[in-house]
């Protein structure tokens, strides 16, 4: 019941809440971001959505504008270099997030659900339908931005987000909410230019 009816609700009526609240951030950021370096405010990148279907999700941009389209950070030969000054403080707090509460408003998100893909990472796509977890929407945070983020490897974050497939409740999203802001204040699970680096013993 919750899952089917609920959730999407609360979904909307926080995202819209927050984003009045928020305004007055939006405005600082867009103006320190443009401040920084030539470009766009906003950033947008197909996505993989709810069964599999694409969307463009919005974050502040944080990189050079002349950063190689549609290629994960991990993929990137020395990924800090294409982060700007601004960009850094941004990734690091998670603020560039922010924007996707327009794609929770949308019904393109949740603020609780496994991250969503690029829609070319074939191999976590391809994971994540073995458990279920392109069968609902992507989310704002999740299960497994909790237990490592970018620390994890893909195999592992496929199944964490089964998990939260499986389990998936009030109770459960009350619970990545709050353990999420825990991890952002802390910085936990932020590794610019490496997935899988809590495997591979790197700081």
């Known amino acids: 019941m919750y899952s089917k009816c609920f959730k999407r609700l609360i979904d909307f009526i926080l995202s819209l809440i927050g984003l009045i609240i928020l305004s007055p951030v939006f405005i600082v950021i867009a103006l320190l971001i443009k401040l920084d370096s030539k470009g766009p405010v906003f950033?947008?990148?197909?996505?993989?959505?709810?069964?599999?279907?694409?969307?463009?999700?919005?974050?502040f941009r944080t990189m050079y504008t002349d950063t190689p389209k549609d290629m994960p950070t991990h993929m990137l030969n020395n990924p800090d270099a294409f982060i700007t000054k601004i960009g850094k403080f941004l990734r690091k707090t998670?603020?560039?997030?922010?924007?996707?509460?327009?794609?929770?408003?949308k019904g393109?998100?949740?603020i609780i659900?496994?991250?969503?893909?690029l829609y070319n990472q074939e191999d976590l796509i391809e994971l994540r339908d073995k458990y279920k977890a392109n069968d609902i929407r992507p989310g704002l945070t999740g299960w497994a931005q909790i237990h490592g983020r970018d620390e994890l490897e893909i195999d592992v974050k496929a199944k964490l987000d089964g998990y939260y497939v499986e389990h998936l409740s009030f109770g459960l999203d009350i619970k990545c909410f709050f353990l999420t802001i825990a991890s952002v204040l802390k910085h936990e699970g932020v590794v610019e230019g490496g997935t899988g680096s809590m495997n591979k013993g790197d700081d």
């Open 113 to 117: 659900g496994p991250r969503p893909a």
């Open 43 to 59: 950033f947008k990148q197909k996505r993989v959505g709810i069964h599999k279907s694409y969307f463009n999700i919005y974050k």
């Open 94 to 105: 998670s603020l560039d997030e922010l924007p996707q509460l327009i794609n929770i408003i």
């Open 108 to 110: 393109e998100m949740a």
